[in-house]
């Protein structure tokens, strides 16, 4: 039978720098995968026969996570664009294959799938995302590696609310206006912190956000200035952004569950971290690869924000202990 769409009128294929944020089989052999360009905000495309072709999508291409170069043909009037093939980009991230890192990058692309759209331009979005990739690939060096990566995982989110819309307010009392209180608190559907006077009126069960906590919303925001928060503020933080990213987008994520599965079973590394940051706090990873401007350049190639030696030079077994997510799925 001919086909009806011969090769010759299809529309070229553009190569798009994207992070692949989600992936879903269909039958035996095709993917829909949904990107995050920065030209384009979210794109959704059908990968045909990719769970056969190691020549069009090999190395894990199409792995949530991972970070590339994707051939797309998008068609009009639809939201599903046809992804024909993807390329390595060697100055990309290698994600580490720790599961709690894992963890915090499965809810980063969940956010970002949750909160961007379609033919909706997102390169603040990119930008911080592929930044947060290559500090999550240079924590993996320090002495505390999932403290650091939660660390990071703070820093990203934090950001990440206010470009969705959705950032905390910390200065003010959202109620009142109050600069001063005892003690402060959180409502998920409240856009700042709450003061002890208003807690008081609200018939709710708040968040308490202990004082460390809102130091670390106050910090300007840029995700290099990640705080050091110890394990017990970030499980409060943890769980107030969760549920405030519920609240905005109308539905429960799945990564924090894993998150805190993993958390309950994996022995702290604290006191690790904690003799990290005496001895050496400019070391931290949230200081190492993030220093670098950010090339603002829509055509600059994908990830050459991250300095990739300086990535490098924390990171000498690179090619023997790091692989992508979910590389084993594939
Ligand atoms: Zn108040």
């Known amino acids: 039978m001919k086909k009806t769409h011969p090769q010759q009128s299809r529309p070229p294929a553009d190569r798009m720098g994207a992070v692949v944020l989600s992936r879903y089989s269909v039958g035996d052999s095709d993917y829909i995968v949904t990107f995050l360009t920065r030209e384009q905000g ?18 894990n291409l199409l792995s949530p996570g991972m970070a590339a170069w994707y051939y797309l043909r998008q068609r ?22 720790d599961p709690i890192c894992r963890a915090l990058v499965a809810w980063a692309l969940e956010l970002v799938r949750a909160f961007e759209a379609h033919h909706n331009p ?3 979005t990119f930008n911080l995302l592929l ?24 820093g990203f989110t934090k950001c990440y609310l206010q470009i969705a819309g959705f950032g905390v307010g910390a200065e003010n009392c959202c109620i ?29 069960r708040l968040h308490n956000i202990p004082n460390s906590l809102r130091e670390a919303l106050l910090t300007t925001a840029t995700h ?17 952004f969760q549920h405030r990213a519920s609240v905005q987008a109308g539905r429960a994520f799945k990564s924090p569950k894993v998150l805190r599965q993993l958390l309950e079973n994996n022995p702290s590394d604290a006191s690790n971290a904690r003799r990290e940051s005496m001895n050496s706090p400019m070391n931290s990873p949230m200081n190492a690869p993030m220093n670098t401007p950010i090339s603002a350049s829509i055509n600059a190639p994908i990830n050459a924000s991250i300095n990739a030696s300086s990535v490098q030079q924390n990171t000498p077994n690179s090619n023997d202990d790091r692989i992508r997510p979910g590389s084993e799925g594939v």
Request: glycine letters at 6%; proline letters at 7%.
């Open 42 to 59: 979210l794109v959704s495309a059908l990968a045909k026969n990719a769970r056969q072709s190691i020549r069009r999508f090999g190395g």
């Open 76 to 97: 009009p009037n639809s939201n599903l664009a046809f992804v024909e093939r993807g390329e390595i980009n060697p100055a990309a991230p290698n994600l580490p294959m």
């Open 176 to 204: 009142c206006g109050k600069k001063d209180s005892e003690s402060w608190y959180a409502e998920p559907s409240f856009d700042g912190l709450i003061c002890r006077q208003c807690e008081r009126f609200l018939d709710r």
């Open 131 to 154: 930044r947060h990739f290559g500090a999550l690939a240079a924590a993996s060096d320090f002495a505390a590696p999932s403290l650091a990566a939660r660390r990071l995982s703070f």
């Open 122 to 124: 997102a390169e603040p």
């Open 224 to 240: 290099r200035s990640s705080p050091q928060l110890d394990e017990e503020t970030l499980n409060i933080a943890e769980n107030y």
